[in-house]
């Protein structure tokens, strides 16, 4: 298969494409500069701009574009940049998508798009929830409405957080709780999704090869854990006590809006529609995935 990648310099993009190289398929890239190999095209999403050569024989497309939610603190004109790194690239591949017949989209979404849940389970077909991201996540799923209308199995990839060895989450998080600084946030009865890098990346080619694959598809792991059991979790994977625990009300004075939407509060999902269509994970429990994360 050919497949092209938009946003494949971040950490799931860097393993998909070796990933899908590894399989034996071919991988071009979407690139905001000059190209600097055959496997690189062209593209200038905010121009709604795209060098014709990239999507011509194309089998999927896969668009992981969007700046990180957590990155800095939200401010008004961050929030319209999360919005917009998302769905303005993406508007831009559906309509091209359709344009060139391309047979499938593969599209980033967020498990934030329930909102918070509680203890109630959420499987794919739960309404939106909620909240600025919850939000985005509506948006950036129906800017993908030109490929869907125009015959293109369409998958939107509603993320949960993925744990891994480099990068992300942990990167952050591994350092504090080897010295024993980890700890509960808030009341620790929030849901905290979750599924390890290896399983986000073969369930989004499971997703690519599999026909059958459409619509949403919860990328969690199969077994929800609480913030708490988190980082109980956490705790045991590096083998240092986690004593602490932060309030809600001081995690939100530093962090601000992005604590109460992100780390705070959370859904209870499920991975039906990965389940139901035969995948088969590599890491089934929190504790499996830590001790591959973070390499002890």
């Known amino acids: 298969m050919r497949v092209v990648i938009a946003g494949s310099s971040g950490l799931i993009g860097t393993a998909l494409v070796a990933s899908l190289r590894g399989k034996g398929h071919e991988v071009a890239r979407l690139v905001r500069r000059a190209p600097a190999g055959p496997d690189e095209f062209e593209w200038d999403p905010p121009q709604g701009s795209l060098n014709d050569r990239a999507l011509r024989g194309a089998d999927a497309v896969v668009n992981l574009c969007g700046v990180g939610i957590g990155d800095k603190r939200w401010s008004g004109a961050y929030k319209q940049k999360v919005r917009d790194s998302r769905i303005t690239p993406t508007e831009v591949l559906a309509e091209n998508c359709a344009k060139f017949q391309v047979p499938t989209l593969v599209n980033a979404s967020g498990i934030n798009f329930y909102g918070d849940t509680g203890d109630r389970v959420v499987d794919e077909t739960a309404p939106v929830g909620e909240g600025f991201l919850a939000e985005v996540c509506r948006d950036w799923e129906n800017a993908t409405s030109a490929a869907t209308s125009g015959g293109v199995r369409t998958i939107m990839l509603r993320s949960g957080v993925v744990l891994s ?75 240092r006590p986690a004593p602490w625990a932060v309030p809600g009300f001081a995690l939100k004075a530093i962090i601000g809006e992005f604590a109460q939407e992100a780390i705070l509060t959370g859904p209870r999902a499920i991975p039906k529609v990965l389940e139901d269509t035969g995948f088969v994970f590599a890491h089934n429990t929190i504790g499996e995935a830590l001790r591959v994360a973070v390499g002890r």
Do not use: C
């Open 165 to 239: 060895q480099r990068g992300g989450m942990l990167d952050k998080l591994r350092p504090l709780y080897l010295m024993a600084l980890g700890g509960r946030l808030g009341s620790g009865r929030q849901y905290f999704p979750w599924i390890s890098l290896e399983d986000e990346i073969a369930a989004t080619i499971h997703g690519i090869e599999n026909a059958s694959v459409s619509g949403p598809v919860n990328m969690v792991g199969p077994a929800p854990v609480t913030n708490a059991q988190f980082n109980s979790a956490m705790a045991r994977a590096v083998h």
